[in-house]
Every structure is written in structure tokens, then in C-alpha cells.
């Protein structure tokens, strides 16, 4: 099995995610989380355990600075925008192994739109990136997200599972998954993952004790930490929070 201690502290993570700019668009930033600096002084002053960013953030901001002894950096390499609305998203690959490693990358990642129509294409790619990242023994995380035609009329509880089973199945190291909603389907999903340790994404930004409820819950169900983004860097004190996080994490 890959070493994850690059990225993790005592087993367990938290990541600051911030690939939003992407998926999202600026909708999400303000005049000062839009600018990715301010983002890396919060996962430095945090103690997360690494930074997710895209490979145009990471090589403007993060390879060859300062930062990257101060923080391990977790590169997506696919993504796409919200604005085309397809029941069936595919998020397509847009940066390689081999050029996430000129980026001083400590793990890669991938997100796979579990019950699209574009399955097969994002598993082909999934395999690709497994299969050259392990062969260098860097970890590769799987964002299992339950989206698409597929997964109409079938319960949360099933597809968390099966959407963690899947990453399991695919050769991923963790996978990121969204919040279901409760413990019991949190905790199958952990189980169902198997030896693949899960962290819980975030979400939009929420009342703070409501998400840190999630956190708790999460932790309760056995995932490994958190892959947090809006709600820490949209938060009036993100370092307020990340400290409630990371006791949470790490009682
Ligand atoms: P958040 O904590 O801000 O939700 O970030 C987690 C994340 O997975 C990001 O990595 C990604 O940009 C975003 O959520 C995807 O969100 P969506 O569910 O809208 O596709």
C-alpha cells in the first residue's frame, strides 16, 4: 500500500480544498479569498495537512516557493466548469502524473461522477493516473461523487456506499465524499470502503455549528478527517474555524 504520511498526521487528514474557481467560478470568492496566497497562509496557520489545487494555481503559487515545505500539495488533475448543465457530467482530464510531478506534489487526485452516462470514459482515465501515480508511490484520492442519470430513484444510503466501494475497487488511497446526512449511511459507506480511507467534503458554506456537527459525525463514523474548502475560507475567521476542525480531528 502507497504511504500516506505526507499528507496525513497521526492517520488522519484535513485537507483545504480549493478548486473552486473552477467548478464554481469567482461567484465564490470575495477580495480576499480570490487571491490563492491568502488561501495558502490559512493552510499553513491552520495545520491542515495538505492543499488541493488545480495545476495552474499550483505552478503560480505554490511550485518553487516557500510553501512547499510548509505544505504538502494534493493536485487535482481533472475539473470542469458549472456552467454547462448535463445531467451527466464528465469532468475531463487536464494534467498528467508526470506534469503534477514537476509541480512538487505529494498526491493526485480525481474526481469520478459515480452513475453518469461518462463512466467509462472517467474510469479509463481514473485507471491511467492510478496506475502512473503508484507506479512513482504517490497516493492517488478518488472525489466519488454520486451524480448523474444513473443514479435516479436510488436511495443516498445505497449509492454512498456504493460510489465508496467503487473507490475502493478502483485502487484509490482515500476517497473524498459528500456528506449523506447521517451517521448510519456515513458509516456504511466508511465500511463499504474497506481499507480505502475516506475523508468528507465540506460543502457550501453552512451556520458554523451545523458543520461542525458534520465534522463530528464524520469523525464518528470512522473517515479519516475532512476535505474542507468554502466553509473555512468563507468564514470571517478561517482560522477560528480550522482550529475547531482540527480538534474535532484530532481530540
Ligand atoms: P467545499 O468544502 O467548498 O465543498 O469543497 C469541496 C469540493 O469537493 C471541492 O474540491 C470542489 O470544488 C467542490 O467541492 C465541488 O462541488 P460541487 O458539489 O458543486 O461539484
Redesign the pocket.
Same mark, same amino acid.
Given at each position: 500500500m502507497v504511504d500516506l504520511s505526507k499528507i496525513t498526521r497521526d492517520g488522519k487528514a484535513m485537507f483545504l &480544498?480549493y478548486?473552486?474557481g473552477m467548478?464554481?467560478g469567482p461567484k465564490d470568492f470575495d477580495g480576499e479569498n480570490v487571491d490563492p496566497n491568502n488561501i495558502l497562509d490559512i493552510a499553513v496557520g491552520g495545520n491542515f495537512t495538505a492543499i488541493?489545487f488545480q495545476k495552474g494555481t499550483a505552478e503560480k503559487y505554490y511550485s518553487n516557493t516557500k510553501f512547499v515545505q510548509k505544505i504538502p500539495l494534493i493536485l487535482k488533475l481533472n475539473g470542469k466548469t458549472?456552467l454547462v448543465d448535463d445531467p451527466d457530467p464528465y469532468s475531463p482530464l487536464i494534467c498528467s502524473v508526470e506534469e503534477a510531478l514537476s509541480l512538487d506534489v505529494s498526491a493526485v487526485g480525481y474526481t469520478i461522477y459515480v452513475g453518469s452516462k461518462h463512466e467509462p470514459e472517467m474510469f479509463k482515465e481514473f485507471s491511467k493516473i492510478e496506475k502512473d501515480a503508484h507506479e512513482r508511490n504517490i497516493p492517488v484520492i478518488g472525489?466519488m461523487?454520486v451524480r448523474g442519470s444513473g443514479t435516479e430513484g436510488k436511495s443516498i444510503f445505497e449509492l454512498s456506499a456504493y460510489a465508496a466501494r467503487l473507490g475502493l475497487e478502483m485502487g484509490a488511497d482515500i476517497i473524498?465524499i459528500k456528506y449523506p446526512g447521517d451517521l448510519k449511511s456515513l458509516s456504511w459507506a466508511v465500511e463499504s470502503a474497506g481499507k480505502t480511507k475516506v475523508v468528507v467534503?465540506?460543502? &457550501?458554506k453552512e451556520e458554523e455549528g451545523g458543520f461542525l456537527e458534520m465534522v463530528r459525525t464524520s469523525m464518528q463514523a470512522g473517515a479519516i478527517g475532512m476535505?474542507?474548502?468554502?466553509?473555512i475560507w468563507q468564514s470571517d475567521n478561517p482560522l477560528e474555524v480550522a482550529e475547531k476542525v482540527r480538534k474535532i480531528i484530532w481530540p
Amino acid at each position: 500500500m502507497v504511504d500516506l504520511s505526507k499528507i496525513t498526521r497521526d492517520g488522519k487528514a484535513m485537507f483545504l &480544498a480549493y478548486d473552486q474557481g473552477m467548478e464554481h467560478g469567482p461567484k465564490d470568492f470575495d477580495g480576499e479569498n480570490v487571491d490563492p496566497n491568502n488561501i495558502l497562509d490559512i493552510a499553513v496557520g491552520g495545520n491542515f495537512t495538505a492543499i488541493i489545487f488545480q495545476k495552474g494555481t499550483a505552478e503560480k503559487y505554490y511550485s518553487n516557493t516557500k510553501f512547499v515545505q510548509k505544505i504538502p500539495l494534493i493536485l487535482k488533475l481533472n475539473g470542469k466548469t458549472n456552467l454547462v448543465d448535463d445531467p451527466d457530467p464528465y469532468s475531463p482530464l487536464i494534467c498528467s502524473v508526470e506534469e503534477a510531478l514537476s509541480l512538487d506534489v505529494s498526491a493526485v487526485g480525481y474526481t469520478i461522477y459515480v452513475g453518469s452516462k461518462h463512466e467509462p470514459e472517467m474510469f479509463k482515465e481514473f485507471s491511467k493516473i492510478e496506475k502512473d501515480a503508484h507506479e512513482r508511490n504517490i497516493p492517488v484520492i478518488g472525489w466519488m461523487y454520486v451524480r448523474g442519470s444513473g443514479t435516479e430513484g436510488k436511495s443516498i444510503f445505497e449509492l454512498s456506499a456504493y460510489a465508496a466501494r467503487l473507490g475502493l475497487e478502483m485502487g484509490a488511497d482515500i476517497i473524498k465524499i459528500k456528506y449523506p446526512g447521517d451517521l448510519k449511511s456515513l458509516s456504511w459507506a466508511v465500511e463499504s470502503a474497506g481499507k480505502t480511507k475516506v475523508v468528507v467534503s465540506g460543502g &457550501a458554506k453552512e451556520e458554523e455549528g451545523g458543520f461542525l456537527e458534520m465534522v463530528r459525525t464524520s469523525m464518528q463514523a470512522g473517515a479519516i478527517g475532512m476535505a474542507v474548502g468554502r466553509n473555512i475560507w468563507q468564514s470571517d475567521n478561517p482560522l477560528e474555524v480550522a482550529e475547531k476542525v482540527r480538534k474535532i480531528i484530532w481530540p
